[in-house]
T-cell receptor
Framework: AQTVTQSQPEMSVQEAETVTLSCTYDTSESDYYLFWYKQPPSRQMILVIRQEAYKQQNATENRFSVNFQKAAKSFSLKISDSQLGDAAMYFCAYRSYTGANSKLTFGKGITLSVRP | DGGITQSPKYLFRKEGQNVTLSCEQNLNHDAMYWYRQDPGQGLRLIYYSQIVNDFQKGDIAEGYSVSREKKESFPLTVTSAQKNPTAFYLC?????????????FGPGTRLLVL
Protein backbone atom coordinates (compact mmCIF):
# COMPACT_ATOMS: atom_id res chain seq x y z
CA ALA A 1 0.00 0.00 0.00
CA GLN A 2 1.10 3.51 -0.70
CA THR A 3 1.82 5.96 2.10
CA VAL A 4 2.33 9.71 2.08
CA THR A 5 4.25 11.48 4.84
CA GLN A 6 4.25 15.16 5.70
CA SER A 7 6.52 15.41 8.71
CA GLN A 8 6.16 19.13 9.41
CA PRO A 9 2.79 19.91 11.02
CA GLU A 10 3.22 23.68 10.85
CA MET A 11 5.29 26.26 9.03
CA SER A 12 5.40 30.03 8.91
CA VAL A 13 6.63 32.43 6.23
CA GLN A 14 7.00 36.18 5.93
CA GLU A 15 4.85 37.81 3.28
CA ALA A 16 6.73 38.08 -0.07
CA GLU A 17 9.26 35.45 0.99
CA THR A 18 9.63 31.88 -0.31
CA VAL A 19 8.68 28.74 1.57
CA THR A 20 9.09 25.03 0.83
CA LEU A 21 6.71 22.36 2.10
CA SER A 22 8.04 18.82 2.26
CA CYS A 23 6.40 15.54 1.30
CA THR A 24 7.72 12.01 0.95
CA TYR A 25 5.89 8.93 -0.22
CA ASP A 26 6.36 5.22 -0.43
CA THR A 27 5.29 3.10 -3.40
CA SER A 28 6.42 0.14 -5.44
CA GLU A 29 4.75 1.48 -8.58
CA SER A 30 6.66 3.20 -11.35
CA ASP A 31 3.81 5.24 -12.80
CA TYR A 32 1.67 7.47 -10.62
CA TYR A 33 0.48 11.01 -10.00
CA LEU A 34 1.30 13.37 -7.18
CA PHE A 35 -0.77 16.36 -6.10
CA TRP A 36 -0.68 19.28 -3.73
CA TYR A 37 -4.06 20.47 -2.45
CA LYS A 38 -4.77 23.65 -0.51
CA GLN A 39 -7.49 23.82 2.14
CA PRO A 40 -8.16 27.41 3.29
CA PRO A 41 -10.30 28.24 6.34
CA SER A 42 -13.41 27.75 4.19
CA ARG A 43 -12.31 24.05 4.10
CA GLN A 44 -12.85 23.82 0.34
CA MET A 45 -10.14 21.57 -1.14
CA ILE A 46 -8.41 23.29 -4.05
CA LEU A 47 -5.91 21.67 -6.41
CA VAL A 48 -2.65 23.62 -6.41
CA ILE A 49 -0.41 21.58 -8.68
CA ARG A 50 -0.04 18.12 -10.21
CA GLN A 51 2.98 16.06 -11.27
CA GLU A 52 3.05 12.96 -13.45
CA ALA A 53 5.78 10.56 -12.34
CA TYR A 54 6.86 9.78 -15.90
CA LYS A 55 7.69 13.44 -16.54
CA GLN A 56 11.17 14.53 -15.51
CA GLN A 57 10.32 18.22 -15.71
CA ASN A 58 9.04 19.74 -12.49
CA ALA A 59 5.52 21.16 -12.66
CA THR A 60 4.99 24.91 -12.26
CA GLU A 61 1.82 26.96 -11.76
CA ASN A 62 2.52 30.67 -11.41
CA ARG A 63 4.07 31.16 -7.93
CA PHE A 64 3.86 27.44 -7.13
CA SER A 65 6.44 24.90 -8.23
CA VAL A 66 7.49 21.43 -7.17
CA ASN A 67 10.79 19.66 -6.69
CA PHE A 68 10.06 16.08 -7.73
CA GLN A 69 12.82 13.60 -6.89
CA LYS A 70 11.54 10.22 -8.05
CA ALA A 71 14.46 8.13 -6.81
CA ALA A 72 14.24 9.72 -3.37
CA LYS A 73 10.41 9.59 -3.43
CA SER A 74 10.24 13.22 -2.51
CA PHE A 75 7.74 15.83 -3.71
CA SER A 76 8.16 19.27 -2.16
CA LEU A 77 6.10 22.37 -2.91
CA LYS A 78 7.76 25.78 -3.24
CA ILE A 79 5.65 28.91 -2.85
CA SER A 80 7.36 32.05 -4.09
CA ASP A 81 6.39 35.62 -3.19
CA SER A 82 4.10 34.36 -0.43
CA GLN A 83 0.80 36.18 -0.03
CA LEU A 84 -1.60 36.41 2.91
CA GLY A 85 -4.10 34.36 0.90
CA ASP A 86 -1.66 31.45 0.83
CA ALA A 87 -2.32 30.79 4.53
CA ALA A 88 -4.03 27.39 4.62
CA MET A 89 -3.53 23.70 5.20
CA TYR A 90 -1.63 22.00 2.40
CA PHE A 91 -2.02 18.32 1.64
CA CYS A 92 0.23 16.15 -0.46
CA ALA A 93 -1.56 13.28 -2.23
CA TYR A 94 -0.67 10.23 -4.31
CA ARG A 95 -2.67 8.38 -6.92
CA SER A 96 -1.88 5.26 -8.88
CA TYR A 97 -1.64 5.61 -12.64
CA THR A 98 -4.15 2.83 -13.22
CA GLY A 99 -7.56 4.42 -13.82
CA ALA A 100 -9.52 1.59 -12.24
CA ASN A 101 -7.99 2.39 -8.88
CA SER A 102 -8.00 6.13 -8.90
CA LYS A 103 -8.36 6.81 -5.19
CA LEU A 104 -6.16 9.44 -3.59
CA THR A 105 -3.91 8.74 -0.61
CA PHE A 106 -3.33 11.87 1.46
CA GLY A 107 -0.66 12.97 3.89
CA LYS A 108 -1.70 14.48 7.23
CA GLY A 109 -1.24 18.01 6.00
CA ILE A 110 0.77 21.04 7.02
CA THR A 111 -0.60 24.31 8.32
CA LEU A 112 1.04 27.30 6.66
CA SER A 113 0.76 30.73 8.24
CA VAL A 114 1.85 33.93 6.46
CA ARG A 115 3.14 36.84 8.55
CA PRO A 116 2.35 40.34 7.24
CA ASP B 1 -22.40 26.74 -12.92
CA GLY B 2 -20.96 23.24 -12.86
CA GLY B 3 -19.85 21.92 -9.54
CA ILE B 4 -20.39 19.73 -6.51
CA THR B 5 -22.84 20.57 -3.78
CA GLN B 6 -23.05 19.06 -0.34
CA SER B 7 -25.82 19.50 2.18
CA PRO B 8 -26.33 20.30 4.89
CA LYS B 9 -23.32 22.38 5.86
CA TYR B 10 -23.74 21.34 9.50
CA LEU B 11 -25.50 18.22 10.76
CA PHE B 12 -26.23 17.08 14.28
CA ARG B 13 -26.73 13.46 15.18
CA LYS B 14 -28.25 11.99 18.31
CA GLU B 15 -27.06 8.75 19.81
CA GLY B 16 -28.37 5.73 17.90
CA GLN B 17 -29.59 7.81 14.98
CA ASN B 18 -28.80 7.31 11.30
CA VAL B 19 -28.13 10.46 9.31
CA THR B 20 -27.64 10.98 5.58
CA LEU B 21 -25.27 13.45 3.94
CA SER B 22 -26.12 14.61 0.46
CA CYS B 23 -23.67 14.98 -2.44
CA GLU B 24 -24.77 16.13 -5.90
CA GLN B 25 -22.68 16.95 -8.97
CA ASN B 26 -23.60 18.37 -12.36
CA LEU B 27 -20.18 17.86 -13.93
CA ASN B 28 -21.26 14.63 -15.66
CA HIS B 29 -18.51 12.81 -13.77
CA ASP B 30 -18.62 9.03 -13.58
CA ALA B 31 -16.71 8.50 -10.34
CA MET B 32 -17.65 9.86 -6.93
CA TYR B 33 -15.93 9.59 -3.56
CA TRP B 34 -16.56 10.17 0.13
CA TYR B 35 -13.73 11.18 2.47
CA ARG B 36 -13.59 11.77 6.19
CA GLN B 37 -11.29 14.43 7.68
CA ASP B 38 -10.32 14.50 11.36
CA PRO B 39 -8.09 17.09 13.08
CA GLY B 40 -4.42 16.27 12.51
CA GLN B 41 -5.31 13.65 9.93
CA GLY B 42 -5.34 13.70 6.19
CA LEU B 43 -8.42 12.72 4.26
CA ARG B 44 -9.38 9.07 4.51
CA LEU B 45 -11.51 7.32 1.91
CA ILE B 46 -14.84 5.90 3.10
CA TYR B 47 -16.52 4.69 -0.12
CA TYR B 48 -16.21 5.31 -3.83
CA SER B 49 -18.31 4.62 -6.89
CA GLN B 50 -17.07 4.38 -10.45
CA ILE B 51 -20.45 3.86 -12.16
CA VAL B 52 -24.13 3.94 -11.30
CA ASN B 53 -25.37 1.05 -9.13
CA ASP B 54 -21.82 0.07 -8.18
CA PHE B 55 -19.61 1.13 -5.28
CA GLN B 56 -16.59 -0.11 -3.32
CA LYS B 57 -15.45 0.19 0.26
CA GLY B 58 -12.56 2.48 0.98
CA ASP B 59 -10.19 2.37 3.93
CA ILE B 60 -12.70 3.18 6.70
CA ALA B 61 -16.11 1.94 5.50
CA GLU B 62 -17.32 0.41 8.78
CA GLY B 63 -20.40 2.20 10.12
CA TYR B 64 -21.18 3.88 6.80
CA SER B 65 -23.35 3.02 3.81
CA VAL B 66 -23.84 4.56 0.36
CA SER B 67 -26.02 4.25 -2.72
CA ARG B 68 -25.53 5.31 -6.34
CA GLU B 69 -28.90 5.20 -8.04
CA LYS B 70 -28.20 8.23 -10.22
CA LYS B 71 -25.00 9.45 -11.84
CA GLU B 72 -25.38 12.86 -10.23
CA SER B 73 -25.97 11.71 -6.65
CA PHE B 74 -23.93 9.77 -4.09
CA PRO B 75 -25.48 10.05 -0.60
CA LEU B 76 -23.62 8.83 2.47
CA THR B 77 -25.46 7.42 5.49
CA VAL B 78 -23.70 7.48 8.83
CA THR B 79 -25.26 4.63 10.78
CA SER B 80 -25.54 4.09 14.53
CA ALA B 81 -22.74 1.53 14.16
CA GLN B 82 -20.28 4.37 13.58
CA LYS B 83 -19.22 5.08 17.15
CA ASN B 84 -17.16 8.18 16.49
CA PRO B 85 -18.88 10.05 13.65
CA THR B 86 -17.85 13.59 14.57
CA ALA B 87 -15.74 14.76 11.62
CA PHE B 88 -15.72 16.82 8.45
CA TYR B 89 -16.99 14.91 5.42
CA LEU B 90 -15.92 15.73 1.88
CA CYS B 91 -17.41 14.46 -1.35
CA UNK B 92 -15.44 14.45 -4.61
CA UNK B 93 -15.93 13.45 -8.23
CA UNK B 94 -13.92 12.96 -11.42
CA UNK B 95 -14.17 11.56 -14.93
CA UNK B 96 -13.43 7.88 -14.56
CA UNK B 97 -11.70 7.42 -17.88
CA UNK B 98 -9.49 10.48 -17.58
CA UNK B 99 -6.71 9.01 -15.53
CA UNK B 100 -4.68 12.19 -15.28
CA UNK B 101 -7.58 14.34 -14.18
CA UNK B 102 -7.80 15.26 -10.57
CA UNK B 103 -10.76 14.92 -8.24
CA UNK B 104 -12.98 17.95 -7.66
CA PHE B 105 -14.24 18.47 -4.12
CA GLY B 106 -17.46 19.78 -2.66
CA PRO B 107 -17.58 22.30 0.22
CA GLY B 108 -18.03 19.62 2.90
CA THR B 109 -20.43 18.76 5.73
CA ARG B 110 -19.53 19.09 9.40
CA LEU B 111 -21.16 16.31 11.46
CA LEU B 112 -21.47 16.72 15.20
CA VAL B 113 -22.85 14.31 17.80
CA LEU B 114 -25.24 15.67 20.43
Amino acid sequence: AQTVTQSQPEMSVQEAETVTLSCTYDTSESDYYLFWYKQPPSRQMILVIRQEAYKQQNATENRFSVNFQKAAKSFSLKISDSQLGDAAMYFCAYRSYTGANSKLTFGKGITLSVRP
Amino acid sequence: DGGITQSPKYLFRKEGQNVTLSCEQNLNHDAMYWYRQDPGQGLRLIYYSQIVNDFQKGDIAEGYSVSREKKESFPLTVTSAQKNPTAFYLCASKNFDRVGETQYFGPGTRLLVL
